[in-house]
């Protein structure tokens, strides 16, 4: 069972949208068990950063560090656990509103299926992490790192307040509102066999996973195992070519094929803006402030 842990560390986001029933059902499900657990709530934002890093350093190997919430709370335990001196293995309970790694992996949402499926689990998986270092900041992110209008979004639902409860299509609304508040700008992508520059553009997508905003599917070839980015650029569009792509994004997965949208596969590369936008990492908000920013990948250990 389990492998080799014995004991659980349930880190739980209290804020996500089953948060607050969350600890209860944890309880009750684990009667049926006899490792040990414990409990930890997050009391602020990116608190779970602090507690994956600290449990990841300070306890034992035979103990297991499980996110619970919706993606933002897996993207701050990762990050907790890649910054900490031992690195270990990450699981997963979703109860968040998008849910777009849960929908990657095909993992169910129910939490008595869920910890059934950690807790039958034999040996780990190893997946890809997309890694970002900016001149504002260093970013992890497990299934998409973006700017432009999907960070308006993000903006836009955390301003509102309506993030709890947001969804696919939900998110799809906010991005007509998004539209007509995201000015185009230019940016530049190299690497060492890469080496473009863009005028106009409305979003710049790095995917590791082929969902993000709550189920769309931005990228549908998108492989966390396969060390590649897989990067999403859309060019300005009319109101009428906007309405044309997300139609093709819900009905046949095949806005790529569109004219003013571009993609490409990349192991790493930089990406440099004329002006700072806003951007999301895993559905949560980065600030206007990064001008240029260095996306790669890292392995990390995943218990799902």
């Known amino acids: ?9 349930f880190i739980v986001n209290e804020f996500s949208r089953k948060g607050k029933h969350t600890r209860k059902a944890i309880r009750d499900h684990m009667l049926r068990y006899s490792l040990t657990y414990e409990i930890h709530t997050t009391q602020y934002k990116r608190h779970a ?7 990841s350093d300070e306890k034992a190997d035979d103990c297991l560090i499980i996110a619970v919430g919706g993606d933002g709370t897996l993207n701050e335990v990762v990050e907790g656990i890649c910054r900490s001196a ?26 008595e299926i869920s910890l059934e ?8 998986t190893e997946l890809d992490v997309i890694t970002g270092v900016s001149d504002a900041e260093n970013l992890i992110a497990v299934n998409s790192l973006g700017f432009g209008i999907d960070g308006m979004v993000i903006a836009k639902l955390d301003n509102n307040k309506k993030k709890k409860t947001a969804g696919k299509f939900s998110y799809l609304l906010s991005v007509f509102s998004a539209y007509f508040a995201q000015k185009s700008f230019s940016m530049s992508i190299h690497n ?28 549908p070839l998108a492989d966390p195992q396969d060390q590649y980015i897989d990067i999403v650029i859309a060019e300005k569009v009319s109101f009428l070519e906007l309405l044309q792509i997300l139609y093709r994004i819900v009905s046949s ?21 004329d002006t700072p936008q806003y951007g999301q990492r895993d559905g949560e908000i980065i600030d206007k402030h990064t001008h240029s920013i260095t996306i790669d990948t890292v392995k990390q250990h995943f218990w799902v």
Do not use: Q, W
Request: charged fraction near 20%; include cysteine.
């Open 49 to 55: 950063v602090e507690l994956a890093c600290t449990f």
């Open 1 to 9: 069972m389990a492998g080799n842990y014995t004991h659980l560390i």
């Open 192 to 219: 060492e066999s890469l080496n473009l520059s863009f005028d106009e553009i409305l979003l710049i997508v790095c995917a590791n996973n082929k969902y993000f905003g709550g189920g769309i599917p931005i990228h």
């Open 117 to 124: 499926r950690i807790l039958s689990k034999a040996e780990e």
């Open 86 to 111: 031992k690195k270990r293995a990450v699981s997963y309970l979703p109860t968040g509103s998008g849910n777009d790694f849960a929908r990657s992996h095909d993992l169910s949402r129910s939490i």
């Open 253 to 273: 997965e095949s806005h790529l094929s569109h004219k003013k949208i571009h993609a490409y596969r990349v192991k790493s590369c930089t990406l440099k803006f």
